[in-house]
């Protein structure tokens, strides 16, 4: 892991009244770059070639002679052949003659290796560089190892797929789309080994991603992914802030739930089980009395990060929960960095975000409202890893 001594070197050779903030292009990029910009800042979009109009093109920034935004959010970008390319010393000198102070998300930790992430990026993250890892259910001290630990509820293990007495949700990669996934449902074992055979059969799944999925039981309720935001530059107010909530839509999960029970019956082996793929986002609010049990995650959550992951959760974080019938919450997911449904709040903010800033917020703007603070009162270093 590149030490926080060594960042703080790099950050020393920035001039950070020039800071750009950098962000590869893709998952909650322009929710990222619209915040900066609304806060004064530049942005920089690493992107690949063939994926790149969004941010070359349609979202590129246009200034008056003053410097002054017209239109869009992209200032400048780097557009490379392939995303892990960005792992390249000549790239990396690259972002750090800008100034870039870079905000990671969960498609810069996919296109990368961990490994290249944690020991050869060495330009300063705007987040929890050590925290990163934990997203990957394979690991052994995943998101779960710190739910456990932090006394947060998420849904029960099966270790043993004839244990299976009641709807459960099967956690897998797609074979096909690796940044996918293949999850897949059964209620008993013989559904289990019936959908699975069938997904082989599909290349949907792999028998081999098949041994070390993850069987939980399904939690049935609505699905609220709660972005928050920490800060440690907090000292007068509360330092946990929920930007906003949002809810995802997937494919072809959604086509499913709008078909009559009779079509559905009607769908083919090809068609009939349904696959996970998140597609959009929409934003939603919770009903009041649950909000103090939605800050009581985001509390803990904290706290069992500064005890293991030292210095604990720096900026944006995502806990996604169910809700069940008796209003109980269930973390099935957690991402260390800005969520992927933040796209859905920005430029208009969250009732949430707003109504705690007095102005449109979205994450994507609180990172950049962090950035700025820690330059105009030198604690950049608090911020980045």
């Not at 903030?21 to 063939?50: M, P």
């Not at 459960?168 to 789309?177: D, E, G, R, S």
Request: aromatic share 10%.
């Amino acid at each position: 892991m590149i030490s926080r001594s060594e960042i703080y070197e790099i950050l020393e050779t920035y001039n950070l009244k020039e800071a750009m903030i950098g962000v590869l292009a893709s998952h909650s990029a322009l929710d990222v770059c619209d915040g900066a910009v609304e806060e004064g800042l530049r942005t920089y979009a690493v992107c690949q070639k063939g994926r790149d109009a969004t941010y070359t093109r349609y979202f590129k920034a246009q200034r008056d002679t003053n410097g002054k935004l017209i239109r869009g959010v992209v200032d400048e970008s780097l557009v490379l052949d392939r995303f892990n390319e960005i792992i390249l010393e000549e790239n990396q000198q690259k972002l750090r003659e800008k100034n870039i102070l870079f905000v990671p998300n969960r498609s810069f930790t996919s296109y990368c290796t961990m490994e290249e992430v944690e020991d050869e990026f060495r330009i300063p993250l705007v987040g929890s560089r050590n925290m990163l890892r934990s997203e990957e259910r394979s690991e052994k001290e995943s998101y779960y190892w710190l739910l456990e630990r932090a006394g947060l509820p998420y849904p029960e293990k099966i270790d043993d797929p004839d244990d299976i007495d009641e709807l459960v949700i099967v956690k897998l990669h797609h074979a096909v789309k690796k940044l996918e996934r293949g999850f897949f449902t059964a209620a008993s074992p013989k559904e289990y080994h019936e959908t699975s055979k069938s997904l082989i059969k599909m290349g949907i799944i792999t028998a081999e991603d098949l041994k070390d999925a993850r069987i939980e039981r399904y939690i049935i309720g609505p699905v609220f992914n709660l972005d928050f935001f920490y800060s440690p530059l907090e000292s007068e107010m509360e330092p946990l802030e929920l930007i906003g909530i949002d809810w995802r839509f997937e494919t072809s999960l959604d086509g499913h739930v709008r078909l009559p029970a009779p079509q559905q019956m009607t769908l083919n082996e090809s068609q009939i089980t349904p696959e996970y793929t998140v597609c959009g986002h929409n934003a939603c609010t919770l009903r009041e009395s649950l909000l103090e049990k939605a800050f009581e995650l985001g509390e803990k959550f904290v706290r069992a990060t500064q005890e293991y992951y030292d210095p604990g959760i720096i900026g944006p974080f995502c806990l996604q929960t169910c809700v069940d019938k008796d209003l109980n919450f269930y973390i099935y997911d957690v991402a260390p960095r800005i969520g992927g449904g933040t796209n859905v709040h920005a430029s208009v903010g969250h009732p949430y975000g707003n109504m705690l800033w007095r102005k449109n917020l979205s994450t994507g703007r609180r990172v950049a409202m962090e950035i700025k603070r820690a330059i105009e009162t030198d604690q950049t270093e608090r911020i980045v890893t």
